[in-house]
């Protein structure tokens, strides 16, 4: 079971407490997490990673394992901890003004 | 007894804001959405307990939501448990989908270049006036869209951006759609306003735009001050019994057509500054229009930092300014495009709100004013719902 972390403000637009629990088929990659997200929340298309062509907004980041990986491949598998679900996959909205 | 509810969109979320008749005691709820940027919310004149909303923010990109209770509860179009399985028992989720028809095109950036279009808000929200699953929306990048099936879905009407499109332009705030006027009498007629790219009526439902921008004159702003497109037009607004009627705030100059937008005349008259955003028109009067005018275009705060009204009851020309209930001294406030609004009874009530926070409301045709709230986000837009 992969663990989600989602920022405050989808937490409250998904009605969803604490962490999200996804069943996600392997390889584990950032993609197949929000495919397997959206599908459960649907109403969180279009906040993370923008609809059609599917890219990271601006002020979304992506860590796991303490590491940053908004920047690599979203078909890049993650870390075992993160498939294990003994590692939470967080989604952050970045700190900027506002 | 009639009620009054005013919806309240701010910089850090919603507010509705309801009286009786009388208008004298107020109970304020929310922030719904808090902590978002709230551009717009407005109530279906065919079912005023159907209110759309645009939710939207930096991070998290545009939500539209639903309420079909007058405000108690919302939810975004097609994800309650009812609505969200499609063909093949995929979600929809497709309420907040905007997406530009065929070619996505380019228009006119701040550097003179072509630009691609970007969907980035929906700055305003205009339902049917039949038909509460009916709706349109106004986008930044500038487009309209329309749902017929109560925000679930939205389809651009691509013939807008074919109204020389490539010539339109950002203004400082960005490329809005600000203004959608429904003809209560013509089905087929539209009428919007864009900053920076001017007004455009349809008179086929949407399938083609025309610009209605002559005699607007943009001075030092385009390379040619009587330009078929590229005005700053701020907002405009009619009165439903005389929709070939239409007045206009621009960026500088207040104006008004007699003839659905082919002719504009000038009707700032004596008015302090002809800089400003919003106008409205009384419910019961249709000559009589209301202005806040504000010092210039590098100093948006009202002149001598006394908050006024300026009301016209001849259709513009002769104005005097409204004073009793609102700050005269050492006020530096605006009040954006889509922050002002009339209610129906009578006397007509006249509402605006500020970026300082403050809605401000007159039961008397704007002859006094008081403070409703006053410590609010910054307001960015204020709808009246008068309910039976």
């Known amino acids: ?98 | 007894m009639s009620k009054i509810r005013v919806l309240v969109g701010t910089k850090k979320g919603a507010f509705i804001l309801t009286a009786d008749g009388t208008r004298q005691n107020w109970e304020v709820s929310g922030p719904h959405f808090a902590g978002w940027e709230m551009y717009h919310l407005k109530g279906s004149p065919a079912d005023p307990n159907r209110i759309y909303a645009s939710q939207t923010s930096g991070w998290f990109g545009q939500v539209i939501q639903r309420s079909d209770d007058g405000g108690k509860t919302w939810n975004p179009p097609g994800t309650k448990p009812e609505d969200l399985m499609g063909p093949g028992g995929m979600p929809n989720g497709k309420s907040n989908q905007f997406t530009y028809e065929g070619e996505v095109g380019t228009h006119k950036f701040y550097d003179g270049s072509q630009h691609p279009w970007e969907f980035k808000r929906i700055w305003h929200i205009e339902p049917s006036l039949t038909d509460p699953d009916t709706a349109y929306a106004g986008a930044e990048d500038a487009a309209i869209f329309k749902t017929t099936d109560g925000g679930k879905t939205w389809k651009e009407l691509p013939g807008l951006r074919s109204a020389k499109g490539h010539l339109w332009q950002p203004g400082a705030g960005g490329m809005g759609l600000h203004t959608i006027i429904l003809d209560p009498k013509d089905a087929n007629r539209i009428y919007i306003a864009i900053s920076a790219a001017g007004a455009f009526r349809t008179d086929d439902g949407g399938k083609t735009w025309k610009p209605i921008n002559r005699g607007l004159k943009s001075k030092y702003e385009l390379p040619d001050p009587d330009a078929e497109v590229g005005h700053c037009v701020h907002r405009i607004a009619m009165h439903p019994s005389r929709p070939g009627v239409l007045f206009m705030q621009k960026h500088w100059n207040v104006l008004r057509t007699d003839n659905a937008g082919d002719q504009w005349t000038d009707v700032g008259g004596n008015l302090p500054s002809d800089f400003g955003f919003p106008i409205d028109v009384h419910f019961h009067e249709p000559e009589t229009i209301y202005v806040v005018p504000i010092k210039n275009d590098s100093e948006h705060f009202p002149p001598e930092g006394k908050l006024r009204v300026y009301r016209s009851r001849t259709g513009g020309n002769q104005w005097e300014p409204l004073t009793k209930g609102l700050p005269q001294q050492d006020c530096y406030v605006n009040v954006l495009r889509d922050a002002m609004a009339v209610d129906q009874l009578d006397p007509c009530g006249i509402y605006f709100g500020t970026t300082g926070g403050q809605v401000y409301g007159s039961a008397n045709g704007g002859d006094t004013w008081n403070a409703i709230v006053r410590d609010l986000p910054a307001v960015l837009s204020v709808e009246v719902q008068t309910l039976k």
């Open chain 1, 1 to 98: 079971m992969i663990r989600v972390v989602l920022p405050y403000h989808l937490r409250n637009l998904a009605r969803v407490e604490g962490e999200v629990e996804l069943e996600v088929a392997r390889p584990v990659t950032v993609r197949a997490i929000l495919d397997a997200l959206e599908a459960r929340h649907p109403v969180l298309r279009g906040t993370i990673r923008d609809h059609g062509t599917l890219k990271r907004r601006p002020f979304i980041r992506f860590f796991a394992c303490k590491e940053d990986w908004s920047l690599e491949s979203p078909d890049t598998e993650l870390p075992g901890e993160v498939v294990s679900g003994n590692e939470p996959f967080l989604i952050v909205g970045a700190m900027a003004g506002g």
